[in-house]
């Protein structure tokens, strides 16, 4: 494929790449991006939610067992596994290739994979920790596990450290993840449409050399980017890294 080729080249040609990723990069191991559910249907509550409106900072506080029936349902997937994607990023970060991976899914497999340097925009559901005393629990056991609202040693309700609708970015995370991004020579933009702000914004900070787009329809992004590959990414990107 000339279109992989391309690719390849100015991987070869590049010295700092930043990946940068969203829930298309999962679905190959099977985590579905929420936002394709039709929706919550609660009886208990008479109302019909949107996907969205179950994630939000609202929902959890007003209603927080439907919120913890929804995210346990729709956002955990304990048996989830890297795929050729998450692989393909770890291998560029071993050959030095790879400087940071970005990204807005909250599954860890980039982790686990064996990516380093990882700036998870909207957190991790492998870290909780309790609203009250603000004790840490760094597994998602304690909330599969628990009978409704999960809880505390100390009473208070334990909370997955991940960024809800209607709450701020961690400062911290998007200052590195803009920094890494600003100092990159080639950005690869994967598996995301766009249209998530303000993560998706974080692309005009790209001054590089290269942009590569792969997603398997078009984006914001297709117009800017110096290669345009509309496919399944985790083949892309492992065929790219295995020619290398």
């Not at 985590?31 to 409106?53: A, M, V, W």
Request: proline share 3%.
């Amino acid at each position: 494929m000339e279109q992989i080729e391309q690719l390849v080249q100015m991987l070869r040609d590049s010295k700092r790449v930043v990946f940068f990723g969203g829930a298309g990069v999962s679905t190959a191991s099977h985590i579905p991006d929420f936002r394709s559910s039709d929706g919550l249907y609660s009886k208990k509550l008479n109302k019909h939610f949107t996907p969205e409106q179950a994630v939000s900072h609202t929902f959890l506080v007003r209603y927080p067992e439907e919120f913890y029936d929804f995210y346990k349902q729709n956002l955990i997937y304990p048996e989830a596994k890297p795929n050729g994607c998450h692989k393909a990023l770890a291998a560029l970060e071993e050959m030095g290739k790879l400087a940071a991976v970005v990204t807005q899914n909250i599954d860890g497999l980039h982790q686990m994979a064996g990516s380093k340097t990882v700036y998870e925009l909207h957190g991790s559901v492998h870290r909780n920790y309790c609203s009250q005393c603000g004790k840490r629990y760094d597994s998602t056991e304690v909330v599969l596990q628990a009978e409704g609202i999960p809880r505390c040693s100390c009473g208070g309700t334990i909370r997955p450290d991940v960024v809800l609708y209607e709450e701020g970015l961690d400062q911290e995370v998007w200052t590195g993840a803009l920094q890494a991004i600003a100092e990159a020579d080639m950005m690869i933009v994967g598996g995301t449409s766009l249209i998530v702000y303000p993560a998706a914004s974080l692309i005009q900070y790209f001054q590089g050399n290269y942009m590569v787009q792969i997603n398997k329809t078009k984006t914001n992004a297709d117009q800017k980017a110096d290669l345009s590959i509309h496919d399944d990414i985790a083949k892309v990107m492992e065929e790219a890294v295995q020619r290398l």
